[in-house]
């Protein structure tokens, strides 16, 4: 832009009422002389420096930053003509596969959404004090939530991929930038979000990219990798071209699918905020209700029918230790917890070996807690002639109190009370074998009942409860479903008793029904002690895991995808009905 064409635009903008175009014709009919033309030009005259000299201090500015946000455009559109050829294929939300960003937060691929993965690297944890935390994650306390995160067996080459992945992705962020990556990816709210944008952006590129036929490409169009895995520009070769009309005709149906499908994502992503605005307001409500009445005279309230609502739709998290702590209760009299704790301590110096093979979707930080107190654990179970409790289904059971009670003795109380209950007792001391055979034959009628073709399955491999049941009910299903589902269960699980438990396996199998109708070594292998491994075999598989970090930079873990967790709630609620 000229200083000329600046300063006409700063007049303008400072005279709107008076055109400055010889056309511009008055109220009255009656055309205006535009200030500064003379006869037979089309230009008008100005002398910069004269002009300029002339302006006020105001103008004079918004002249010099017109001139130079001009300048400032040209320079951009011939440096990057490279990504302005695709400008016109690509929304403002995408960036371009040739374009580098620094320093921005990072969201995950839509392949890890949709599976509902959970990122490998965690937000500060809730037992921390946030007073002595800074607002942002520095680089010390990502580097250890990174190591061994699932395994304490640091020989695993697939883990030390991830680790190397990360620290060449999070240490070139700045500690913002870097807390907001962790925290946006450690939302379920924003996970869902993200999910639902996502998919809009693909359906609306679909679109786009519909309309570029084989050698009819503009130059300009570039796809990345990723589409091209998935999309094709040529016709089967024993086929015919396409005639006009039958491309025409391909052409509505195309669009009339996308419309239909962009409709439908637009449709479920207004029902999931009703939904969550729902889930909001009541969870506000229940933790008053909680606080208020219940809490103040507990033992009488939990007594009425009414206040059985409350736990079915979950115990507030900022109360659900103390909560935790009462339902378990301490019938076995544990005394010693901090005696034991120390014991473990010196156990795990002796031999580090015995947690090995275990898999925690936890901080490193807390892994070694949770350690401590399953080593406390199996020596109170050596103390009391207890047989030992598998450490898998240990582990997973001690990280769920963990991470809701806090203390490491309360969760050592907890976890003691819990395993000596008489359905989980009679699983790992063999005990009470006709109370465990009248538990799996009422969970067989009711299997029966709630899914017919099911069961008759099971019948024809020769799969019986006692295969399958003692597990999902000593794990309490840490083992198959996500952290979130887990407390949710245990909520009930407290209240309601024992049944409860064959009333959310009777859920999960019907959600997971398309997975069950294998041989038996395959429904073994979905249900068993190595669901987690078999369902993380992107981590876990050298060459799947090297495949995914070719791509991708942030990868997660997964569980049995059983829907959100309130869906499954309401479904082991009416698996009965």
Known sequence: ???????????????????????????????????GRLAGRSEPIIDESKVLNNLTKSQQFRVRRKVMNKAIKN????????????????SEDEIPDNMIVYNVPMTRSLQCLTSKENLLVFPPTPNEDPT????????????????????LNTNCSELSQIDQEYERVLEGMDPDAKFLTIAFNSSNLMAQNEESTQRNFYLQKMKQQHN???????????????????????????LPPKSKYEMECHQREYEQILYASAQKEKLLEQQRLKQNEKIIRERKKSLEIWKDYVLPKYEHMIQLPII???????????????????????????????????????????????????????????QKSV??????????YEEHSFKPVDTKVLAGVVSLLFE?????????????????????????QDLNSDYLQAHYASFERMLFKTNNSLYNHFKIVNLSPSEYLPLLGTTFFTGQL??????????????????????????????????????????????????????????????????????????GFRYMDVGSTEEFIAKVRNVLH
């Open 1 to 35: 832009m000229s200083v000329k064409q600046a300063v006409l635009e700063v007049i303008n903008e400072s005279f709107e009422e008076i055109p400055l175009d010889e056309s511009s014709v008055g109220p009255f009919g009656k055309k205006y002389k535009t200030i």
């Open 75 to 90: 320079q951009l559109r011939q440096t990057n003509s490279a990504c302005s050829k695709v400008n016109d294929d690509l």
């Open 132 to 151: 002595n935390r800074p607002r942002s994650i520095d680089s010390s306390r990502c580097n250890s939530n990174r190591s061994s995160l699932f395994s």
């Open 212 to 238: 570029y036929l084989v050698g009819s490409h503009k130059e300009s169009h570039v796809h990345s990798q990723r589409t091209l895995n998935y999309k094709t520009f040529t016709r089967q070769l024993d």
């Open 308 to 366: 059985r609502e409350l736990w079915w739709k979950g115990i507030p998290k900022s109360i659900r230790r103390d909560i935790w702590v009462k339902q378990i209760g301490n019938k076995s009299s544990v005394s010693n917890t901090s005696q034991l704790i120390e014991m473990a301590k010196k156990r795990l110096i002796l031999d580090d070996r015995l947690f090995s093979n275990i898999i925690l979707d936890i901080p490193e930080s807390e």
């Open 371 to 380: 350690i401590l107190i399953c080593t406390a654990f199996l020596l109170y």
């Open 404 to 428: 809701n009670i806090g203390s490491m003795e309360k969760t050592l109380t907890a976890a003691i009370n819990l395993f000596t209950r008489t359905y989980p007792h009679s699983i790992t």
């Open 482 to 555: 996500s952290r979130e589902v887990c407390e949710r269960l245990m909520d009930i699980y407290l209240f309601e008793g024992e049944t409860f438990l064959l009333r959310s396996t009777l859920a999960l199998f019907n959600v997971i029904n398309y997975k069950l109708f294998g041989t038996k070594e395959e429904i073994i292998e979905v249900l068993g002690i190595d669901c987690l491994k078999n369902l993380n075999k992107h981590i876990f598989d050298p060459k799947e895991c090297a495949r995914r970090l070719s791509t991708e930079s942030l990868i």
